[in-house]
């Protein structure tokens, strides 16, 4: 469809009325941020005014209030074939390739986020990191590098900051400076502003990879070895309740994801998530996520509460993506309650400190219970814990698997089974290491064994690289 004469907005009657206009930057945004438009723009140096001229037009012509209404492949198709008989009509000299660019960028600054949009949509591009208007660095392979995209100054990366936020009904400033969103792809974004960001807006964006990695992916990389993987996925199809623990971005979502596929698809399954981003595959999921107090402070509703309510919808298991505070409790009595299998992530460095970490957060649930009595839940509760690092190289690793075997007095148990040992640097800086097991036999084994899964004894001998 293209919109008709009568529904057409003069643009000034559309600023009159406050509509998206900030949707439509003013003036030209001259923009370094793709290498084939920086081409396009160094070999045609007129491109820019020509952009200036077409924008004014686009005002005119495109119904700003219906932009937001329409699809986004409608919205392509009628900004391309706009910009299209522009070029024909001005005899603009682009060949084809570049005629796309133009397009794209057209439509970018339109409906995307501006100088990000190619960062976003470059599929080898993990994180985008802004630090103010002229500072944007991307993970890439694992690594940090800066990029050549600026915005044009602190006002234009401050509108394309709220319109991230926008989609969870937000705005930042001075007031509240700093939110958490989602971006309509599934990227988590966090953004602070001014007076808490001293030189600028910092934004921090980490993309949903649209294909998780599967296990099988994830041994491929070397995150871990097929041995632990045989382990790890009869723990979970055998209803082991696992803990992935690890650092920011060490991969725990990643791993907790990839374990989840060893689930079987008979089973309901809940998941719960400050930001849905688990990607089950079976076919009974049920998603929830939390929701942040509105900017009354009001409305929030916690993974606690979550949890409590999922209990009351027959899950058989459920997947919380991180376990933070208070939930721990909750989740730890679904364990102990008939949801064997369920799984969690914590912020933690070793498998000792998760264990503790998670003492304080049952804590956090002020419930008149002694210490003894947290740890005999925990105790009871997992069986496995599985530790994940980045290491120096930016490699995510797994770096240890423990079993929680019971308690010892006032004391929770635990043996390692798998561990990554660390032997040196090559001259790339890449870390060298190796796989081993440690030689102990797993008491889930047995369990396992209950369950018609054998584990072969060869998996556990330390003599063995793995
Ligand atoms: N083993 C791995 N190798 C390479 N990249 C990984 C690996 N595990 C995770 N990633 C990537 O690292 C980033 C952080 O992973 P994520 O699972 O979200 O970490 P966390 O939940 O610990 O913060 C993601 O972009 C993810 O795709
Ligand atoms: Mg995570």
Not at 223 to 234: F, H
Request: hydrophobic share 40%.
């Amino acid at each position: 469809m293209r919109w008709g004469r009568s529904e057409r907005w003069r643009a000034s009657e559309a600023k009159s009325q406050g509509v998206a206009l900030a949707l439509m930057p003013k003036e030209p945004e001259p923009k370094t941020e793709t290498k084939i438009y920086e081409e396009v723009v160094a070999s045609k140096p007129t491109l820019i005014d020509e952009k200036v001229k077409l924008h004014g037009q686009l005002i005119e012509e495109f119904n700003l209030a219906l932009i937001e209404r329409v699809s986004p492949e409608d919205l392509a198709r009628q900004v391309k074939q706009f910009v299209t008989e522009y070029v024909q009509r001005e005899r603009v000299p682009l060949n084809q390739k570049e005629l796309e660019a133009f397009s794209d960028e057209v439509l970018d600054e339109m409906i995307g986020l501006g100088p990000i949009e190619p960062l976003l949509k470059d599929p080898t591009v993990s994180d985008i990191l802004i630090n103010g208007h002229m500072s944007v660095f991307v993970e890439r392979f694992g690594q940090l590098e800066p990029t050549a995209t600026r915005f044009k100054d602190e006002a234009h990366l401050l509108r394309i900051v709220n319109k991230m936020v926008a989609t969870i009904g937000r705005r930042v400033d001075e007031a509240s400076p700093m939110v958490d969103a989602r971006l309509a792809d599934g990227s988590r974004v966090n953004v602070a502003v001014r007076p808490v960001a001293v030189d600028g807006p910092l934004v921090s964006i980490r993309k949903f990879s649209k294909r998780p990695f599967s296990l099988d992916r994830l041994v491929e990389i070397g995150a871990l070895k097929p041995a632990i993987a045989e382990v790890l996925t009869a723990a979970v199809s055998g209803r082991m309740s696992i803990i992935v623990s690890g650092g920011t971005g060490s991969g725990k979502t990643t791993m907790l994801n990839a374990l989840s596929s060893y689930i079987s698809p008979k089973e309901r399954l809940i998941t719960i998530e400050d930001a849905a981003e688990l990607q089950l595959q079976q076919p009974h999921v049920a998603r929830m996520e939390t929701r942040p107090p509105n900017i009354e402070g009001k409305g929030e509703i916690r993974q606690r509460e979550l949890v409590k309510n999922a209990l009351r919808m027959r899950p058989d298991r459920i997947i919380m993506g991180e376990c933070r505070g208070e939930e721990a409790f909750d989740m730890l009595q679904a364990m102990n309650t008939g949801h064997e299998g369920s799984m969690t992530t914590i912020h933690a460095n070793n498998p000792r400190d998760a264990i503790k970490r998670l003492e304080q957060m049952v804590g956090m649930a002020s419930m008149p219970m002694s210490m003894g009595a947290i740890r005999g839940q925990i105790a009871s509760a997992i069986q496995i814990v599985v530790q994940l690092q980045r290491l120096s190289d930016g490699k995510r690793r797994l770096m240890s698997v423990s079993e929680i075997t019971g308690m010892e007095g006032e004391v929770i148990q635990m043996q390692e089974i798998f561990k990554y040992v660390r032997e040196g640097m090559d001259d790339q800086n890449n870390v060298i290491g190796s796989f081993r097991a440690t030689g102990v036999r797993p008491k889930f084994a047995q369990e396992l064994k209950s369950h018609g899964v054998d584990l072969p004894g060869h998996l556990f001998d330390p003599t063995v690289v793995l």
